[in-house]
């Protein structure tokens, strides 16, 4: 592409220009993206010999380049084909997506006749029910001088955005080449730390770096990737984090480095020119939407009612703000009368910074990952808090069916429903019945069976109910309650996923009363659903304090053959960090109620000897409470508060809020929960910790079979399935206490296993275990 021009995809330029009308989301669940793929095959494969599928192209008009894939052009019928997913009735799709779908088709016609020449092509939208397989065929004759004029049409409506765009892109390249690190100094680590970074940025890597809590990893991330924008022309940059206060610190550090912009000569200091730098906070749909009790429609909801007619000033608004983080988002829609939520869906094509969660990019239907594939984006990622990305991707390739709701649902159905849902509840049965032996002695079923494979009786069952759902929701869009709806998503995501089982996954059953089972797909290595995903990235960072061993990271998350492994030296030294070994106390389940004493002791003893502020951390709530309920006995005298089940925001909160500096007390928490990680209590706001567990996941059932699985693909069953993960727990917790170079504090680890030697070893190098 030469100097000047503009690169757009044909969806791209068809969902900036094509658009109009309301914003219509009744419930129509889409087909997943592999059932997508799979449709697509299967309609080629149903047209005769010479059709072309996936058919490049490509045209240019005023400095603008307009590409993609058509999806299939038969050449001896002339008949190009726009092929489109849905399920259930076609009906319901509204007007202004069809009008999307035939402004593509009729870009696709005006290259094509373009680049052979031909004076005229059949155009058609074939829409595919993926449940039946039958084909929906629309089609309309047009000359290429019609399309010619239209595809010019709409390159002239963009090209004004275009230019804008290019602009954009030349004064924030500009701005990034010109970037200075914010501080007179690095922190300790902290260079090592930026220097891996933009190596990964500069070779197209992926890095898997562990770096010590506190010599600032956010920043040390951020500000080279950001340098490497512009000198390895990266078009986006995906911040993800795993929790909110990660994506809180994010847009700080960026508010610094991209959105504080230095005002202009004769500029006041309080006036600011539109920032070099676009940064998106993408915030979870029932947070951002102002009308939870409206359905996304525009005969419902006064935010979709002509949403696309009001959305180009709206999204003008925006990026000629520059900064918008959830405050500021909310403010620009609702001054367009505008959804915040699809707002912020718009905007993160025209961002250049979007912080938010890792489902965005590594989940089923992940918006920047489709986005990203799309346009054709050189994409550079950092993962923040990475060693959770093994769990939460498990959760995001997980799936569940439950048998109660299906019951308590079937007694308030319509009577439209009554057969499928009947049918479903009759294979429910069967499966309960036939999923295994009774336990001898006890008359009574297992409470866990695991199953050989997704039961197929199940999923056609499964099948036929979320068409008749799907059918039944598109004529009565008012008429579905919450329960319908959550019945539909479960077994949407549980035949998605069956659609896909295989090693990485099991398939079990749950029992928790009459009528009350659980059918569960469970993702035990995520790596087959995640390296698609890396491998679609430019360059990915995954950085947190505990990634150690890199091996345990590499497998379970799929990591292309040729990462880096990145350790960067801690700055703290021993002397700061007092770690102690109980080894004389065991807190195996068995051991419990005889460790409660010498915890309790060793609680108290520590801190008469050094009052201040402690984190006390179990392995279960109720371990937690029986220490706490003899540590209250024994020493009334001490400040106590503990973690809760199911503690809300305010709770948590309060919680923290008990952590005041001079103060003292001891909070009593549960490892691997809120208060274990991602909690910042610098100086004597803590001064100590104790661990009264080794965080090893319990000897279920599950977890037996995880084992043997991981044993099998990777020879690491024990470490891949317990060690690995509850001393990741462990390291987090403890690193509570030393929070910057003045910290002092005192760490507690209570459990002989602790003195083990393949224990020990995976314990931070620079604690001095005593």
Known sequence: MSEGEYRVAVRALCDFTAREGDLDHRFTPAPSAREGIAGHALVAGRRGEGYEAELPLSGRFAGLVVGGRADGYDPAANRLEEVKTHRGDLSRMAANQRALHWAQVRVYGALLCAERGLEGVTLALVYLEITTGRETLLTERASAAELTAFFEAQCRRFLAWAGQEGEHRLRRDAALRELAFPHAAFRPGQRELAEGVYKAAATGR?????????????????????????????????????????????????AVLGAGVTPAAGEAPSERRPPPLRVLELVARDKACEHPDKACHGEACPLAAGFYDRLPAAR?????????????????????????????????????????????????????????????????????????????????YSAE????????????????????????????????????????????????????????????????????ITDYLGEHPEGGSAELQELLFEALAFCQL????????????????????????????????????????????????????????????????????????SPFAAEQLEVRVRGDISTRLRDRERSTAPIVAELAGQYHRRPGHYLAFFSSFAYLEMVLARFRERHPDVPVWAQTRGM????????????????????????????AEGIDLPGDRLIGAFIATLGLPPADPFNEVLKARLETRF????????????????????????????DRGTVVLMDDRFARREVRTRLPEWWRLG
């Open 648 to 675: 809300q925001e305010a709770e948590r909160d309060a919680f923290l809020g008990r952590f005041r500096p001079a103060g003292r007390g001891i909070g009593f928490a549960v490892l691997g929960g809120a208060f």
């Open 401 to 468: 069916l439950d048998q109660g709701r299906l019951n308590r649902l079937r007694r308030s159905a319509p009577p439209a429903l009554a057969g499928p849902l009947g049918r479903l509840a009759r294979q429910w049965q069967q499966l309960v019945r036939d999923s295994g032996p009774a336990e001898e002695g006890d008359g009574q079923r297992p409470d866990y069976c695991l199953l050989d494979g997704v039961p197929k009786g199940m999923s056609g069952a499964l099948q036929r109910a979320v068409a008749a």
């Open 715 to 742: 020879g690491q069953g024990d470490d891949y399935a317990y060690r690995i993960p509850g001393l990741i727990k462990v390291v987090q917790a403890a690193g509570r206490v030393i929070r910057g170079p003045e």
């Open 206 to 254: 992926c890095l898997l770096t562990q770096a010590p809590t506190g010599i600032g990893k956010t920043l040390g991330t951020l500000f080279p990737m950001l340098a490497a924008m512009p000198r390895r022309g990266l078009d986006r940059l995906a911040f993800l984090t795993m929790k909110t206060p990660g994506r809180r610190l994010a847009l700080d550090t960026l």
């Open 316 to 396: 003008q608004a925006a990026v000629a703000r520059g900064w918008l983080d959830r405050e500021s988002l909310r403010e620009v829609a609702l001054a367009h009368r505008v959804c915040p939520y699809y707002l912020g869906q718009e905007l993160a094509r025209w961002c250049d910074v979007a912080v938010g969660d890792v489902n965005h990019w590594f989940d089923h239907h992940a918006m920047l990952h489709g986005l990203a594939r799309a346009n054709d984006w050189r994409l550079g990622l950092l993962v923040d808090e990475a060693h959770n990305l093994v769990e939460r991707a498990r959760g995001m």
């Open 498 to 569: 069956a659609e896909q089982f295989g090693e990485h996954s099991l398939c079990d059953l749950t029992r928790r009363g009459r009528g009350r089972a659980v059918l569960g797909l469970r993702n035990l290595v995520p790596a087959d659903f995640l390296a698609p995903r890396f491998a679609a990235a430019h360059c990915a960072v995954l950085f947190s304090a505990t990634l150690s061993p890199g091996h345990y990271h590499r497998d379970l998350l799929g990591l292309p053959a040729d990462s880096v492994w990145q350790a960067v030296a």
